[in-house]
């Protein structure tokens, strides 16, 4: 399962990423980005 940015850039949003994940017991890998425009910041902070 992959979550983008806009799925966790927010507390609601994580709590439904959150309820997604426990919902299903089977073996899986979770990948995260980063919450918001986080990856923006940095990028912007980079310049």
């Known amino acids: 399962?992959?979550?983008?940015g806009t799925s966790v850039g927010s507390r609601?949003?994580?709590?439904?990423?959150a309820g997604l994940v426990a919902a299903d017991d089977?073996?899986?890998v979770i990948v995260v980005s980063a919450m918001g425009?986080?990856?923006?910041h940095l990028l912007a902070a980079g310049r």
Do not use: N
Not at 12 to 17: Q, W
Not at 37 to 40: E, H, I, P
């Open 1 to 4: 399962m992959k979550f983008g």
């Open 12 to 17: 609601e949003r994580l709590a439904r990423m």
């Open 26 to 28: 089977r073996p899986r």
């Open 37 to 40: 425009a986080t990856t923006d």
